[in-house]
Every structure is written in C-alpha cells, then in structure tokens.
C-alpha cells in the first residue's frame, strides 16, 4: 500500500482566512481524491486531484472555496477559502494506486478547526 | 438516495465476542465492497474487501459475508478484542469508478474487556 502524509496534521484558523493542506504520497498513483469528514460523521468525496489539469468538484463542492491542484503524480494540495466555522473538519487526501484495481488508501487526515 | 445504508450506528460487545456489522446497497452495478477501519486520530484504514463473485472472505478474525441476492454483506469480527474498537465505514463502488465510492454511515465499535 501506498504512505499518504498530510500537513498539517491539524491548525486552528480564524474565521475568513485560508489554509492549504498538503498531501503528498511516497510512489506514483494514479488517482488522488480529497474527502471531508465531519465530526462523528461518514466520509463525503470532495473532488478528484486531476495531473495537470482542473479538478472535478461533486455536488455542493467548488473550485473557489476549494481550490485543488496536482502537479504531479505524487502530490496535492486542497485549499480551504474564506473559512468560517462550518468548514471544521478532518480533510483527507486519499489515492489509488497504480498495481491495485479499486483498492483507495487514505492519509493520516488534517483535523482543522475554525473559530 | 442513500446508495449504502450501515447499521447499526453503534455496537458493543465482550471480548472475546463476535461483532457483526451489515450493509445493504442500492446499485447492482457495484462490484467492489470494502471495509475500513478508523481509530480516533486516524484516518481510515482498509481492512478487508470482496467482489462478488464470491460469498464469503475471511482475512484472520475479520470475514465479509456477501449476498448478491438480497443486495446485502457483512463484516464479522471473530473474538473480538479492546484494539479492535474503533468506527467501521463499509463502502461500494464500481470498478474503474473510482470517484464514485459510496461510504455507509459507519459504526462505532466498543468492545469490552
């Protein structure tokens, strides 16, 4: 399986401000996704990190308030904008790896809290 | 519509003791069900998986039960021990659609010593 380290691991931000976490993966992958989880909540897919091009948002999730960008194949970063506390959540990165059909592993999560 | 539905929300169970913990999925198409694993902290970790083709996968103490039919699989946690408390999130997916994972709402396990 592939190491998925993110940075921070967790920060406190005011209300308004921005903040980029990055995930970065220790092989080549081929796919690389951004999730959210809430406090005591499931797992809701934000945007799939596209190499070289513009990440595909879900539902109720855009590029503004989370721009994304993937230079590379083994790294990403995921912007949150203009935070305000709603935006408090573990953020995850998670990949696919090259060899592995379907098999998605996820990073250790970036727990942020908006005041 | 909620595509993978997971109960119960919470379990808890004596060592020793077997955790079972189901789901059932709306699409047909889906062909991969994973489980993970996710300590406070921590993010999920999988655990076990199975495609169906098959009905039944054990890893160690940890087996899914799978059943095309009723649109329905499991995970079963033979004597259970306290490091296995942690949220289970079971999920599906179709193959080669990766950004299409469906995660249940997931259930916090407590097993007591």
């Known amino acids: 399986s592939a190491v998925i380290s993110q940075k921070p691991s967790r920060d406190i931000c005011q209300r308004g401000t921005s903040l980029t976490i990055q995930c970065q993966v220790d092989s080549q992958v081929t796919m690389m996704f951004w999730y959210r989880q809430q406090p005591g909540q499931s797992l809701t897919l934000i945007a799939t990190?596209?190499?070289?091009?513009?990440?595909?948002?879900e539902s109720g999730f855009v590029i503004d308030k989370f721009p994304i960008s993937r230079p590379n194949l083994t790294f990403s970063t995921l912007t949150v904008s203009n935070m305000s506390p709603e935006d408090s959540s573990i953020y995850l990165c998670?990949?696919?790896?090259?060899?592995?059909?379907?098999?998605?592993?996820f990073g250790p999560g970036t727990r942020l809290t908006v005041l | 519509q909620q595509q993978v539905k997971q109960s119960p929300q919470s379990l808890i169970v004596q060592k020793g003791g077997i955790s079972i913990i189901n789901c059932a999925y709306e699409n047909t198409a889906f062909d991969y069900f994973p489980w993970y694993q996710q300590f406070p902290g921590k993010g999920p970790a999988l655990l076990i998986a199975?495609?169906?083709?098959?009905s039944e996968k054990k890893e160690g103490r940890f087996t899914i039960s799978f059943n095309k039919s009723a649109k329905q699989f499991s995970l079963h946690i033979m004597d259970s021990q306290p490091g296995d408390s942690a949220t289970y999130f079971c999920a599906a997916s179709k193959t080669h659609n990766f950004n299409k994972f469906y995660f249940g709402s997931g259930t916090k396990l407590n097993v007591k010593p």
């Open positions: 998670s990949v696919v790896g090259q060899g592995a059909v379907n098999e998605q592993f």
């Open positions: 199975i495609r169906p083709d098959v």
């Open positions: 990190a596209n190499q070289g091009s513009e990440a595909t948002y």
